[in-house]
């Protein structure tokens, strides 16, 4: 991952960054308002729903109540009720009978009632006196065997309601709501007869109709005994799924989901506690989310266009910071190649042209110095133009380093402006004048080279340091730990599955200042072992690195013999480099 990472190119990592960073967290954030701003609407459609319904309920109760004190009105007409109790004998008083039912039809329920299609008598025998406006009473009817009739039997007086067809009692095919009550002799409180209203749905339909609800939905009204009363039954199975869904449903204001064949349901419910009516807003859910579909469908354009517009600027920005760093990039592998012709033109003046300003002044001393020393000393041309072509004035690197870890800041970059910072403060104490530095500063040297490689290498090593604090003023050669830590990270820890661990260790024993550095990785062969011991012993270098014989032989040179490196490891154990150095102030 971490090879993969650094063989990218600046513009592709600032892309994927800004992608992890911006583009992520904006889809996440807008996916996160989507479904806030759903929830919120399916609330607020479920409670207008519920609340709209119960206004509803109560108008229909209030209507179905005045029917039942309608059912009550024979009681004040002692008239009829003295013709129905006796019984009709003869013609002559069935014919009272008759006009006096008559009468109290037309003054007391019909007057100025078009919601009333007709009031029906029974005796409790076999006479059925009836008053239809436009149906008549089918003679085959059993109302003795009907429900409805041994209801109002069981109710004693009180009234029922019930919904129904026309059928049921006469040859309508119209659906009405009847309600009965039976009626007993106030005198010997046994019962007359039954007496029974039917009316059309014309006063509750005008009741639904001034409904204003938010989607196309249905509205059902079933009596106290899931009978229903109103609504028209188009989808098959829908009746008898909501007869199952009241019969497990105790609640009196709810809101649940139903699923008929494929197609699924937002059921409102709510129920009347005074006359037991149920009424139900039924809604399909795809209704309901075509408008959550076009908020997601407005919201997901919305932030890809956002994301993608914000990505071509970012791109041309990206473009434009690392274009003028990629010729500078050619350039400079022109100048390693010996070209020092060359010239980084740009009329950028911040910190990128001042880079390339310096990179000019650099490569026109280089040429310079070269053309000096070509002419003071033919033989030693080829040494001078090496050293010529590695050199670089120190200030002038930092404080670009400084200016980068400034953009980098800028721009939101903190892993590269971190890298840059420490890599800025590594080649400000490593380039510092002399030979010798303090066990202070040689810590911090390593602590900061340590903190870099632990980025690059994304955490496969964790380093600690112990130390006296007595020996951090004495004096080391510089550059001593460092490349001996290099090796660990790349050869001890390399190919280390789990996080591997380095410690550093500085203290006095006796008249020496030592060093450990300790790790865990995979450890040296003895083969290798032995390998490294005879090139300790070898004089001069296989290539030009700075390694352990570099530093070994820098501690021969300055201090003698009885100092140097000393390697104990253990395959697949570790490696411990133990450095001997005199006590120096």
């Known amino acids: 991952?971490?090879?993969?990472?650094?063989?990218?190119?600046?513009?592709?990592?600032?892309?994927?960054?800004?992608?992890?960073?911006?583009?992520?967290?904006?889809?996440?954030?807008?996916?996160?308002?989507?479904?806030?701003?759903?929830?919120?609407?399916e609330d607020n459609v479920n409670r207008f729903a519920l609340e709209t319904l119960q206004q509803l309920a109560l108008n229909v109760d209030s209507y179905l109540i005045n029917l039942m004190q309608l059912s009550v009105f024979p009681y004040y007409?002692?008239?009829?009720?003295?013709?129905?109790?006796?019984?009709?004998?003869?013609?002559?008083?069935?014919?009272?009978?008759?006009?006096?039912?008559?009468?109290?039809?037309?003054?007391?329920?019909?007057?100025?009632?078009?919601?009333?299609?007709?009031?029906?008598?029974?005796?409790?025998?076999?006479?059925?006196?009836?008053?239809?406006?436009?149906?008549?009473?089918?003679?085959?009817?059993?109302?003795k065997q009907a429900d409805w009739y041994k209801e109002s039997l069981a109710e004693a007086g009180r009234p029922i309601l019930v919904g129904g067809q026309s059928s049921n009692f006469d040859k309508g095919e119209e659906r009405i709501i009847t309600?009965?009550?039976?009626?007993?002799?106030?005198?010997?409180?046994k019962p007359i007869g039954v007496f029974v209203?039917?009316?059309?749905?014309?006063?509750?339909?005008e009741v639904v109709d001034k409904m204003s609800p938010l989607y196309q939905g249905k509205v059902y009204i079933f009596d106290q005994k899931n009978r229903p009363l109103y609504g028209e039954f188009t989808e098959t199975g829908m009746e008898q799924a909501l007869v199952e869904m009241l019969k497990n449903n105790n609640y009196a204001k709810a809101t649940q989901y139903m699923k008929l064949d494929k197609t699924e349901f937002t059921t409102h419910l709510v129920a009347s506690d005074r006359t037991g009516v149920k009424a139900l807003y039924v809604i399909p859910v795809?209704?309901?989310?075509?408008?959550?579909?076009?908020?997601?469908?407005?919201?997901?354009?919305?932030?890809?266009v956002s994301v993608l517009a914000s990505i071509l600027i970012f791109f041309v920005i990206a473009r434009q910071l690392t274009t003028p760093l990629k010729e500078l990039q050619r350039l400079m592998r022109k100048v390693e190649m010996g070209n020092f012709q060359v010239r980084f033109n740009s009329s950028r003046e911040d910190e990128i042209g001042r880079l390339g300003s310096g990179f000019n002044y650099m490569v026109t001393e280089m040429r310079q110095m070269i053309h000096d020393v070509y002419d003071a000393n033919l033989r030693k041309k080829d040494a001078e133009l090496t050293a010529l072509r590695n050199q670089i004035n120190p200030h002038f690197l930092y404080n670009t380093l400084e200016s980068i870890n400034m953009v980098a800041e800028l721009k939101g970059v903190y892993e590269i402006s971190d890298m840059i910072g420490e890599l800025g403060e590594l080649l400000r104490l490593s380039l510092r004048r002399g030979t010798h530095s303090t066990v202070e500063e040689e810590m911090r040297l390593v602590q900061?080279?340590?903190?870099?490689?632990?980025?690059?290498?994304?955490?496969?090593?964790t380093g600690q340091f112990e130390f006296d604090e007595e020996v951090l003023p004495l004096k080391t050669l510089k550059m001593i730990l460092q490349p001996i830590i290099e090796n660990a990270i790349d050869h001890g820890l390399g190919n280390k599955d789990a996080v591997g661990t380095i410690l550093i260790?500085?203290?006095?024993?006796?008249?020496?200042?030592?060093?450990?550095?300790?790790?865990?990785?995979?450890?040296?062969?003895?083969?290798?072992?032995?390998?490294?011991?005879?090139?300790?012993?070898?004089?001069?270098?296989?290539?030009?690195?700075?390694?352990?014989?570099?530093?070994?032989?820098?501690?021969?040179l300055n201090y003698g013999i009885q100092y140097g490196i000393r390697i104990c490891s253990m395959e697949g154990e570790g490696t411990t480099v133990q450095l001997t150095l005199p006590l120096r102030i």
Not at 287 to 293: P, R, S
């Open 286 to 304: 795809e209704d309901l989310v075509k408008n959550q579909k076009l908020i997601l469908y407005s919201t997901t354009s919305l932030a890809l």
């Open 77 to 143: 007409d002692n008239q009829l009720t003295g013709y129905w109790k006796s019984p009709s004998t003869n013609k002559e008083a069935a014919l009272q009978m008759s006009q006096a039912a008559l009468k109290f039809s037309d003054n007391t329920v019909f007057s100025n009632r078009n919601d009333i299609n007709g009031v029906i008598f029974f005796d409790g025998s076999i006479d059925v006196l009836s008053f239809l406006r436009n149906n008549y009473i089918d003679s085959t009817y059993n109302y």
């Open 448 to 461: 900061i080279y340590m903190s870099i490689q632990q980025i690059r290498s994304e955490g496969k090593f």
């Open 179 to 189: 309600v009965s009550r039976l009626i007993n002799d106030l005198d010997s409180y």
């Open 197 to 205: 209203i039917h009316a059309n749905l014309s006063m509750v339909k």
């Open 505 to 556: 260790q500085a203290k006095r024993e006796g008249s020496f200042l030592r060093f450990y550095i300790i790790d865990n990785g995979m450890g040296i062969s003895n083969v290798r072992m032995e390998q490294i011991h005879d090139r300790f012993k070898q004089e001069g270098y296989e290539d030009k690195s700075i390694g352990l014989k570099n530093v070994h032989e820098r501690i021969l």
């Open 1 to 41: 991952m971490m090879k993969s990472w650094n063989k990218l190119s600046l513009l592709y990592k600032l892309i994927l960054v800004y992608l992890v960073l911006i583009v992520v967290p904006t889809l996440v954030i807008s996916y996160v308002g989507y479904k806030s701003h759903r929830d919120t609407m």
